[in-house]
Structures are given as C-alpha cells and as structure tokens.
Nanobody, 120 residues
Framework: VQLQAFGGGLVQPGGSLRLSCVAS????????MGWYRQTPGNQRELVAL???????RYGESVKARFTISRDAAENTVYLQMNSLKPEDTAVYYC???????????????WGPGTQVTVSS
C-alpha cells in the first residue's frame, strides 16, 4: 500500500495549512489513518489519529487547533492545522494500517513525509 501526501509548506505563525494523504494499492479495509511528526534529534510523535469507527485521538500540543478527518470512500485522510506555531515546524508523516484481504493479511504503511515550516 502506497501513501502520497500533499499540502506541506511555509506558513506564518497563526496561519493555517491543510495536509492530505491518499492511500492506494491493494486495500481490503483500513483500521486507522493518522499523522505523526518528527523534528531533528527527536522521536516521531503522534499528531492525530482517526479510526475506521470515527474515533479520534490528538497529541496534547495540537488539541483544539488541529482537526483530523477522513474520506473512507477515497482512502484519504486530512489534517486541518489552524493557529500554527513555530513549534509545529516538523516533517509530517502519514500512516495508514489495515488489511489487504479478508484473510487478515495486514499492512502498516508510512508516507514519505512532508515538511511544514511555521515562521515569519
């Protein structure tokens, strides 16, 4: 399963960006779709996650500012990022996990990462 992410870039503090990630390939079902981010020298951290049932989970630092959503029919996940801060600067990675077939052949795929830079 391949992931392709769109929407990174440079934005001023207080601005907004919307990331999107499309999953393609052999997909029977998706369990969860999420976004993680990483800065140099630090571990990758959860930004937001949405399950197939619609439940969401957010990292503490982005709650009330970021919103994750998905289009199940298009195997696409979105991350709306508002009120961006310089500390949100990172490489953002899309992650999707699920099954390739009805025999529980699973997958856990990562996108290539997209840079988000918040700076004046």
């Amino acid at each position: 399963v391949q992931l392709q992410a769109f929407g990174g870039g440079l934005v001023q503090p207080g601005g907004s960006l919307r990331l999107s990630c499309v999953a393609s390939g052999t997909i029977f079902s998706i369990t969860s779709m999420g976004w993680y981010r990483q800065t140099p020298g630090n571990q990758r951290e959860l930004v937001a996650l949405v399950t197939s049932g619609g439940s969401t989970r957010y990292g503490e630092s982005v709650k009330a500012r970021f919103t994750i959503s998905r289009d199940a029919a298009e195997n696409t996940v979105y991350l709306q990022m508002n009120s961006l801060k310089p500390e949100d600067t990172a490489v953002y990675y899309c992650n999707v996990d699920g099954f390739k077939d009805s025999h529980y052949c699973s997958f856990d795929s990562w996108g290539p990462g997209t840079q988000v830079t918040v700076s004046s």
